[in-house]
C-alpha cells in the first residue's frame, strides 16, 4: 500500500540553527500538509500546499517557516532559525483530492530536538 | 470559539471486550469528522464521516456521527492486543484545508 515516507526520523539541531524536513507524499497525491505533535499534546496544523503554493497556514507557521516542492516527489519543511519550543514530532500528510473530500494520509514523522 | 473534546483520554480493557469512543464537537460551518489510530508513529486513517446517521465499518471497527447532538462514536468489538493506541478524531470545516484534532483517547487492551 502506497505510503508517505520522511526523512529523517530524527534530527537533533543546536538553537538558531537551519533545518529541513523531509517527505514525500503518495504518488498521486495533490495536495501536502504538515502538522506538529508537541509531546503530550494535541496534533496540530501548520500548512496546506496545493498547486504550487500554500492554500492555508496557521498562526504557528511565521516567517521562520517555509515550505517548498522543488521537484515532482519531495515535499520540505524548513525552519531558518530553530528554537527550543520547535522540539516536536512533525507529521507531513497527503491527500488525494481536497480536505472535505478526501481523507489525509500521514507519514511516520521526524522527531525534532533542539538543543 | 470552535473545539472538539473526546472522552475518556483513557480507557483500559481486557481483550474480547467492546469498546465505544466518543468525540463531542462543537464547529461553525462543519464539514467532516475523521478517526485516526496513533499507534507509535503516523495517525492511520480510519473513517471520515460526513453525513448523520450512516454507520461505517472496517471489519470490527465502526463508526457513527450525529450532526444534531454534534458527536461521533467510534465503537471496537472483540478488542485485541493490537488495538492498543491513541484514537484521535478531527474536525473539517467547510472551505478549509486543515484538520483540527482532539487530544486523543488512550486505548489500552490487557490480554
Known amino acids: 500500500e502506497p505510503e508517505v515516507t520522511q526523512t529523517p526520523s530524527h534530527q537533533v539541531t543546536q538553537m538558531g540553527q537551519e533545518v529541513i524536513l523531509r517527505c514525500v507524499p503518495i504518488?498521486?497525491?495533490?495536495?501536502f500538509y504538515w502538522y506538529r505533535q508537541i509531546l503530550g499534546q494535541k496534533v496540530e496544523f501548520l500548512v496546506s500546499f496545493y498547486n504550487n503554493e500554500i492554500s492555508e497556514k496557521s498562526e504557528i507557521f511565521d516567517d521562520q517557516f517555509s515550505v517548498e516542492r522543488p521537484d515532482g516527489s519531495n515535499f520540505t519543511l524548513k525552519i531558518r532559525s530553530t528554537k527550543l519550543e520547535d522540539s516536536a514530532m512533525y507529521f507531513c500528510?497527503?491527500?488525494?483530492?481536497?480536505?472535505?473530500?478526501?481523507?489525509?494520509?500521514f507519514g511516520d514523522g521526524t522527531r525534532l530536538s533542539i538543543l | 470559539e470552535d473545539k472538539v473534546v473526546q472522552s475518556p483520554l483513557s480507557l483500559v480493557v481486557h481483550e474480547g471486550d467492546t469498546v465505544t469512543l466518543n468525540c463531542s464537537y462543537e464547529v461553525t460551518n462543519f464539514r467532516s469528522l475523521l478517526w485516526y489510530k496513533q499507534e507509535k508513529k503516523a495517525p492511520t486513517f480510519l473513517f471520515m464521516l460526513?453525513?448523520?446517521?450512516i454507520e461505517k465499518k472496517s471489519g470490527r471497527l465502526s463508526s457513527i456521527l450525529d450532526k444534531k447532538e454534534l458527536f461521533s462514536i467510534l465503537n471496537i468489538t472483540a478488542t485485541q492486543t493490537g488495538d492498543s493506541a491513541v484514537y484521535l478524531c478531527a474536525y473539517i470545516i467547510q472551505g478549509a484545508q486543515k484538520l483540527v484534532f482532539g487530544q486523543g483517547t488512550r486505548l489500552t487492551i490487557n490480554p
Open positions: 460526513t453525513s448523520s446517521g
Open positions: 500528510a497527503s491527500g488525494e483530492g481536497a480536505t472535505g473530500n478526501q481523507p489525509q494520509h
Open positions: 504518488s498521486n497525491h495533490l495536495y
